[in-house]
């Protein structure tokens, strides 16, 4: 009796709620219900960013559950370009395998297998030596370029990868406009994601054009060569790689001397890179070219 009266307001309080409780036999578990809710939740939420941004082929295979979206030719063959809307854009961007799926021509697709090392190699050093390193966008040629455009006031220089060349031919106009830039390296990045660097030097190599009318490296060994792609040879194969950079002015059939000189910067670029020795890069410029009669 005396500890009762002895008692503290708050510890009083305290004493009585005890009591009420154990009486009508109440908990707080309303309390203890929500906050459990909400952790889960939040684990959840957390989960889904998760894969989302580190595990994407989970992600990517639920675009498969959506309606097949409508065949297009890569945007490199396309004269108009359509401008797809903002719902197209963030389909596009969540479910990008569809999308790529849905303008890689497959009839005449070359897996990476089937393509000779010394043209992956030559490609790779000529268009992106860093191409194994970054995530789709290279930040030293960015930085470089930056500066120059911003010197001359609009862009002058590019400093694409193979990622992003693969998203500008099929997807983008080729326009150089900051807009256009952005949504390049978004895609690139989401690209990146998704496929392995593997997988996205075979798709670069199938959907780029090679001057005469040749698109993808097929039609391209075929068309100047009459050889498959995995049978080129090194002098083939650095020819080959350079004309990407300037397709209607480097193709041997419409400018020889121009991509011979292109030739032999892809060859000397390989030697500087460790891929080939100074011998062997001086015996492919002088080795002879055999092409196949052109189609008129």
Same mark, same amino acid.
């Given at each position: 009796? /005396?500890?009762? *009266?002895?008692?503290?307001? !708050?510890? @009083?309080?305290? #004493?009585?709620?005890?009591?009420?409780?154990?009486?009508?036999?109440?908990?707080?578990?309303?309390?203890?219900?929500?906050?459990?809710?909400?952790?889960?939740?939040?684990?959840?939420?957390?989960?889904?960013?998760?894969?989302?941004?580190?595990?994407?082929?989970?992600?990517?295979?639920?675009?498969?559950?959506?309606?097949? !979206?409508?065949?297009?030719? !890569?945007?490199?063959?396309? +004269?108009?370009? +359509? &401008?797809?809307?903002?719902?197209?854009?963030?389909? #596009?961007?969540?479910? *990008? $395998?569809?999308?790529?799926?849905?303008?890689?021509? #497959?009839?005449?697709?070359?897996? *990476? #297998? +089937?393509?000779s090392p010394d043209l992956k190699n030559a490609i790779v050093a000529i268009e992106d030596r860093r191409f194994y390193d970054h995530w789709g966008f290279d930040l030293t040629g960015m930085a470089r370029a930056t500066?120059?455009?911003?010197? +001359?006031?609009?862009?002058?220089?590019?400093?694409?990868?193979?990622?992003?060349?693969?998203?500008? /031919?099929?997807?983008?106009?080729?326009? %150089?406009?900051?807009?256009?830039?952005?949504?390049?390296?978004?895609?690139?990045?989401?690209?990146? $994601?998704?496929?392995?660097?593997?997988?996205?030097?075979?798709?670069?190599? /199938?959907?780029?054009?090679?001057?005469?009318?040749?698109?993808?490296?097929?039609?391209?060994?075929?068309?100047?060569?009459?050889?498959s792609p995995a049978a080129l040879s090194l002098p083939e194969a650095s020819m080959l790689a350079g004309i990407p950079n300037a397709p209607s002015e480097l193709s041997p059939f419409h400018n020889f001397i121009a991509?011979?000189?292109? %030739?032999? *910067?892809?060859?000397? &670029?390989?030697?500087? %890179?460790?891929?080939?020795?100074?011998?062997?890069?001086?015996?492919?410029?002088?080795?002879?070219?055999?092409? @196949?009669?052109?189609?008129?």
């Amino acid at each position: 009796m /005396n500890d009762t *009266i002895n008692e503290t307001p !708050p510890k @009083r309080k305290r #004493r009585r709620k005890a009591a009420a409780r154990k009486r009508t036999g109440k908990k707080k578990t309303p309390r203890r219900f929500g906050r459990f809710f909400l952790s889960a939740a939040a684990v959840f939420f957390l989960v889904c960013m998760g894969v989302f941004l580190f595990v994407p082929q989970v992600w990517q295979e639920l675009g498969e559950f959506l309606p097949a !979206p409508e065949r297009q030719l !890569p945007a490199n063959q396309l +004269h108009e370009i +359509h &401008t797809p809307d903002a719902d197209e854009q963030i389909a #596009r961007v969540l479910f *990008i $395998r569809r999308a790529v799926e849905a303008r890689m021509n #497959r009839a005449d697709y070359v897996s *990476i #297998r +089937h393509i000779s090392p010394d043209l992956k190699n030559a490609i790779v050093a000529i268009e992106d030596r860093r191409f194994y390193d970054h995530w789709g966008f290279d930040l030293t040629g960015m930085a470089r370029a930056t500066l120059i455009n911003i010197q +001359h006031g609009r862009i002058e220089e590019g400093a694409s990868t193979i990622t992003q060349q693969l998203v500008k /031919n099929l997807f983008l106009a080729n326009e %150089q406009t900051f807009t256009r830039k952005a949504q390049e390296l978004l895609l690139a990045l989401d690209i990146e $994601r998704t496929y392995s660097k593997d997988e996205i030097l075979e798709m670069y190599l /199938n959907v780029v054009y090679y001057g005469a009318g040749f698109y993808g490296v097929s039609a391209a060994s075929e068309g100047y060569y009459g050889k498959s792609p995995a049978a080129l040879s090194l002098p083939e194969a650095s020819m080959l790689a350079g004309i990407p950079n300037a397709p209607s002015e480097l193709s041997p059939f419409h400018n020889f001397i121009a991509a011979k000189k292109r %030739q032999a *910067i892809v060859l000397d &670029t390989m030697e500087a %890179q460790g891929l080939i020795d100074a011998r062997t890069a001086e015996d492919a410029k002088m080795q002879p070219l055999i092409f @196949r009669p052109e189609k008129r």
